[in-house]
């Protein structure tokens, strides 16, 4: 009896043992699986950290220990940009990251409730989308489920076209969120605009041209003024402006490398749209590159037609049908 009693004792630790282990391995197998279940086709996750950005639409869920009305209720965003709450009432969130918003319903809190602190415990994000337009490869509607950059959402839709300005125009309604204060942004009767220069935004000289992007927020890439050679000079094509940026028929000549050996510069033509009027101007290209005729600035959309020693018509006009089409023009940056 004194040898099986220790026996007894140690299968019935034994036993407990691997009832505690197949409940753990229950545990960890089917209760994220039930967590998983279910949906409604929005996204919805757990937030670790408190850098994302509510939107209208968004679904959150709040813990609060000594608030009962917070526990198990999820609270949307409103189209105004505010949530309805317990005790509070409405509470401007549309723009807010989560741990502004936590803050802010913290201080809301203190009127009644000693040293709150409320914890968005998940988020459904709904309707978040950003649009791209213009001069970018991809341009359409994006959905974003954390914050990102303009610098992101170039990267998203494909990068910039060829022809793409040296400008981008970021657009947010106020309902949304305001942009912050920058010297590039401008506001107006309920939205806030940022005009923002390529050129340092991709080059990472001013880091405060990078802003953070928001859902309904739109970006407009500008497509560049350029002015275009085409003919018997050496490089054909279109040529891009700068930002304010005139350009004399001689540079332009400059950027083309010049006329082929076969071109009649003395029967160069500038032609020009204005509305629905076209123009065809001669222009003695020969006397320019003397020096005995003045010099002269093109306008954007300018397009500078060099013959050859025999020119045609229907040459000069399939031209014009290419330049207008887009195609078969080659587009130079500097």
Not at 82 to 104: D, K, M, N, Y
Request: hydrophobic fraction near 45%; include cysteine; proline fraction near 5%.
């Amino acid at each position: 009896m004194l040898i099986s009693f220790p026996s007894r004792l140690s299968v019935g630790w034994l036993v407990l043992f691997l009832r505690v282990w197949c409940l753990n391995i229950w545990l960890s197998a089917v209760v994220p699986a039930q967590a998983a279940q279910g949906g409604t086709g929005t996204i919805e996750s757990a937030l670790s950290i408190g850098s994302d950005v509510l939107g209208v639409g968004d679904e959150v869920t709040l813990s609060e220990f000594n608030v009962e009305e917070f526990s198990s209720r999820s609270f949307q965003v409103a189209a105004d940009g505010s949530i309805g709450l317990p005790l509070v009432g409405r509470i401007h969130s549309a723009g807010l990251t989560v741990s502004e918003f936590e803050r802010s319903l913290d201080e809301k809190l203190r009127r009644y409730i000693k040293d709150p602190h409320v914890t968005i415990t998940a988020i459904k994000y709904h309707g978040r989308t950003v649009s791209l337009v213009g001069a970018v490869n991809s341009p359409g509607a994006y959905q974003i489920t954390e914050s990102r950059t303009l610098l992101e959402m170039l990267s998203l839709a494909g990068g910039l076209k060829a022809d793409a300005g040296s400008w981008l125009l970021l657009t947010r309604r106020d309902e949304y969120g305001k942009l912050p204060l920058n010297p590039n942004v401008t506001f107006s009767a309920g939205v806030s605009e940022a005009r923002i220069p390529i050129g340092p935004l991709l080059a990472g000289t001013d880091p405060s041209l990078n802003l953070i992007v928001l859902p309904n927020d739109v970006i407009m890439v500008a497509k560049a003024e350029m002015v275009y050679a085409v003919g018997e000079v050496r490089k054909q094509g279109g040529f891009v402006l700068g930002e304010h940026e005139q350009l004399s028929l001689l540079k332009l000549l400059s950027l083309a490398e010049g006329l082929q050996t076969t071109a009649a510069p003395a029967l160069a033509r500038v032609i020009r749209e204005s509305g629905d009027t076209r123009t065809e101007t001669p222009v003695d290209v020969q006397k320019i590159l003397q020096g005995k005729a003045t010099d002269i600035l093109l306008h954007p959309d300018d397009i500078l037609f060099v013959p050859t020693n025999t020119p045609k018509k229907f040459a000069l006009r399939a031209i014009e049908v290419a330049i207008q089409a887009g195609t078969g023009i080659a587009i130079y940056r500097r």
